[in-house]
């Protein structure tokens, strides 16, 4: 067991990794719990609009997709910390804002289209310049563990934060949920200043954002495998993130549930989240993972069509467990296989792409807000398992280089 344990957790042996780590831990809580509360307060004021909540979840979706674009340009010219800081002060500024809109009672839905589409900006420029730093810190060898360890905390926030997210919610209001948020991405900005700086590399190329990412795009399309991997974990997130993201509204559709349980659901998908990570984390080199990745649709896909076959709160508990394992098994294990792939001076590049999956997830709610609209949850959420089962059979046919890494 100690060995075991060892081997989990064995980059946050590195000082350097563990401050980022931490730092990243405290900021997504307060993701985290304004996600869901996002969720619930839009649904709320919208007079329980699908379409609308859905259309505030897209908002971040075109501001990622463009700063996706400049991120890898920009990390690769400015200082790792400062950039990570500014984004988290970002946060706390956006959270900030929010809470003061709803004291004075002046929120409205389109203030919070606005607050979803800075929080993407902001988003796109933290994933680059993080899988730039990871690597100089742990090293080729320890990649994969500390990926898997960055998921295992965003899972443990997930459990966590949602569910005292929705207690805040119901015994301080929104404004108490947004000011915590606030509050805990300050803390992340102290933590982070106790990472030493990462200057960039002065014999880096100095390209265009054009000429960068045709060099980019290039170097992806000439590693097969690492094309088969993006394009999985690309439509993966498509199919599968926008159920996370409308999560609340889904289930009071289909169970009526209260915020609590809300809260309770979006946490149990954080513990099959963290089993996943912790799995994922073990995993080396020669374990047959991109096996692994190809099955976490198959996963995906079965517990989305029971969960469409049988509406119970309870049922739907346990089945968060298999959506929270398979979400996390595509994110982490895709970022660890595409980061092993590259080469440094593409790493930049790489995790931008998968920025832009978040981005293409935004643009798979609204469809999907439009679908429950007309046809109500459980059939939206029958559809989509088909779908995933169905790619799973595709790609397990046609990409057999994935299917085959070790």
């Known amino acids: 067991m100690r060995k075991a344990l060892d081997r989990t957790f064995e980059s946050l042996k590195v000082r350097q990794f ?5 730092g990243m831990t405290a900021g997504m809580s307060g993701t985290q719990m304004q996600f869901f509360a996002r969720g619930v307060l839009v649904f709320d004021i919208t007079d329980e609009n699908f379409l609308l909540t859905g259309v505030v979840g897209v908002g971040f979706g075109p501001a990622m997709l463009v700063g996706s674009v400049l991120a890898p340009v920009i990390s690769m010219r400015v200082e790792g910390r ?12 956006l ?41 100089k810190m742990v090293g080729n060898e320890l990649m994969s563990n500390a990926m898997s360890l960055n998921a295992a905390a965003m899972s443990l926030t997930s459990i966590a934060a949602p569910a005292i997210g929705g207690v805040l919610y119901w015994k301080i209001g929104p404004e108490g949920v947004y000011l915590v948020v606030a509050g805990l991405n300050i803390v992340a900005v102290l933590v982070t200043g106790l990472i030493s700086k990462f200057p960039p590399d002065p014999n880096a190329p100095r390209r265009s954002v054009l000429a960068s990412w045709t060099e980019g795009f290039r170097h992806v399309a000439s590693r097969k495998t690492l094309l088969q991997v993006m394009i999985f974990s690309g439509f993966a997130a498509l199919l599968t993130m926008p159920f996370r993201m409308l999560l609340p509204p889904i289930a009071i559709d289909m169970f009526d549930a209260s915020k609590v349980e809300n809260g309770i659901l979006v946490a149990v998908v954080g513990v099959g989240s963290l089993i996943g990570a912790l799995g994922i984390a073990n995993l080396r080199s020669g374990q047959r993972r991109g096996f692994v990745l190809l099955a976490s649709s198959l996963i995906s896909g079965v517990a989305f069509i029971l969960f469409a076959s049988l509406p119970i709160y309870w049922i739907g508990l346990i089945l968060m467990i298999p959506v929270g394992f398979a979400e996390v098994v595509r994110f982490a294990l895709g970022q660890a296989l595409s980061m092993e792939l590259t080469d440094d001076d593409h790493r930049a590049h ?34 989509l398992g088909i779908l995933l089962v169905g790619s799973w059979l595709v790609s397990m046919v046609f990409m057999r280089g ?4 070790g």
């Open 95 to 135: 959270a900030g804002s929010v809470a003061v809109l709803l004291l004075t009672d002046t929120l409205i839905w389109q203030y919070m289209l606005v607050a979803s589409i800075v929080q993407g900006g902001l988003f796109s420029f933290m994933m680059p310049v993080r899988q730039v730093m990871i690597p």
């Open 82 to 93: 400062r950039m990570i800081q500014l984004v988290q002060a970002g946060q706390v500024i």
């Open 18 to 22: 563990l401050f980022l780590w931490l």
């Open 350 to 383: 790489v995790a931008s792409l998968f920025m832009m999956s978040f981005s293409v997830v935004a643009l798979g709610m609204l469809p999907l807000g439009i679908a429950m609209e007309a046809y109500g949850a459980r059939a939206s959420m029958m559809g």
């Open 402 to 405: 994935l299917r085959r890494l």
